[in-house]
């Protein structure tokens, strides 16, 4: 399974060239509550539009995608250790990658930083 960070959801959603890579991975795309969050606010301040639907209306009825919900307290508990970035979204979204023990797709350089390779999947 690959947990898609926030940007990855967009590109896919978008079918943006940046998304192209995740094609590989139908079926196995997940999409944390975390992303449905930010994606709700950034709607909220005026940074992306969902024609039609809300954020969490047009992830949930997307079939690309399957919404992981794991248990908050071992999604913190990975994110307390995460001191290297202070966005609460990124930092979130790389521990509920760890928690699962999935790979997190990411354009996002600092997460790409410092998360093993072999817990990215690299998007351009």
């Known amino acids: 399974m690959i947990l898609l960070d926030t940007c990855a959801v967009l590109f896919v959603l978008a079918a943006h060239p940046r998304g192209k890579a995740l094609a590989a991975h ?3 795309l997940a999409v944390s509550p975390i ?6 606010f ?31 307290g071992g999604v913190i508990a990975h994110a307390i250790v995460l001191s290297w970035t202070r966005d609460p979204f990124d930092r979130l979204l790389a521990a509920h990658a760890l928690h699962r023990g999935w790979r997190l797709a ?18 351009p």
Not at 35 to 40: H, Y
Not at 49 to 68: C, E, K, L, M, Q
């Open 26 to 28: 139908a079926g196995g």
């Open 42 to 72: 950034l709607v909220e301040c005026g940074r992306i539009a969902f024609p039609g639907s809300d954020a969490a209306t047009a992830v949930r009825n997307d079939p690309r995608f399957a919404i992981d919900d794991p248990p908050i």
């Open 35 to 40: 992303s449905i969050l930010e994606l709700s």
């Open 106 to 123: 990411t354009s996002d350089r600092v997460i790409l930083q410092n998360l093993p390779a072999s817990s990215t999947l690299r998007l």
